[in-house]
């Protein structure tokens, strides 16, 4: 029986690359965007002509008839949920100064990348305790959040503390969990290459010239999808609420 994932934002950028790495990993896999499918058709088709089978779930992850929708749609098309990969969030529309932050932009990013992966994650755990175990476990839940839970970015606060967000739900979705048998991990990345910092590219780019980052290039999508397949492989039968930095060291403080 070939298990469940589902990836929240895998049409594009991190997203898909952990959407192709978990079909190559032999999971059923259902993406997860806010997109009509046939916007997404393309890759869809390529991924079917691989031999992978990918369904799809047109959802906002921020909208809780949506939440509801992703865990319908995945229980149709593949009839269980093994693993959940928080992916989809947003950036701020603009940058601003922290004095200059709106509420409406603070809600909106708060409102997706915080409580949409709290009230998914919510849901996906509840469809998780209703099933039998599977190899020692009932789901494993992944969250990627980023180097900005930890780091200030006063040009774009509201997405720093949407990710400490993230950061704080994963360990008490870890401590919750664990008696369920669903172990759930963070994944932070740091630079990646994607069209959301593709607008910052020439700053990134100083700051690695630079040596800020003591791996020095641009991370890649599948440096993220890797570390996910590791996560919801069998490997890890003994830990749960562990965080794994993809930044190329930017997180070791230097002198």
């Known amino acids: 029986m070939k298990k469940v994932a589902i990836v929240t934002g895998g049409s594009r950028g991190i997203g898909l690359a952990i959407v192709k790495q978990l079909a190559k990993d032999g999971f059923n896999v259902l993406m997860v965007a806010t997109k009509p499918k046939e916007n997404n058709q393309e890759v869809l088709n390529q991924l ?3 031999g992978y089978n990918v369904g799809y779930s047109q959802a906002n992850i921020g909208n809780s008839d949506d939440r509801k929708k992703i865990v319908k749609d995945a229980l149709e098309q593949f009839g269980r949920i093994d693993v959940l990969v928080n992916n989809a969030g947003v950036a701020p529309l603009e940058r601003n100064d922290l004095l200059q932050m709106t509420e409406e932009s603070f809600d909106r990013v ?27 476990r009932r789901g494993v839940i992944v969250n990627i959040s980023s180097c900005s839970s930890v780091v200030s970015s006063t040009s ?11 950061t704080a739900l994963t360990m008490l979705y870890a401590d919750r969990l664990a008696s369920e ?22 700053k990134y780019n100083k700051l ?22 590791a ?3 069998e490997k890890f039968q003994y830990t749960t609420g562990n965080y ?3 930044d190329g060291g930017f997180h070791i403080q230097r002198l």
Request: charged share 20%.
């Open 48 to 50: 079917a002509q691989k």
């Open 110 to 136: 708060i409102g997706i990348n915080t409580k949409g992966t709290m009230f998914l994650t919510q849901a996906v755990a509840k469809q998780m305790i209703s099933q039998e175990e599977v190899d020692g």
């Open 156 to 166: 774009r606060g509201e997405y720093c503390i949407s990710k400490a967000g993230v």
């Open 181 to 202: 048998k669903i172990w759930v991990h963070e994944v932070r990345p740091g630079v990646i290459a994607t069209d959301m910092t593709s607008t910052v590219e020439a």
């Open 208 to 229: 690695i010239d630079d040596g800020v980052f003591p791996i020095a290039r641009w991370g890649l999508p599948e440096d993220v999808a890797n570390v996910v397949s």
């Open 231 to 233: 996560f919801v492989s």
């Open 244 to 246: 794994v930095d993809v």
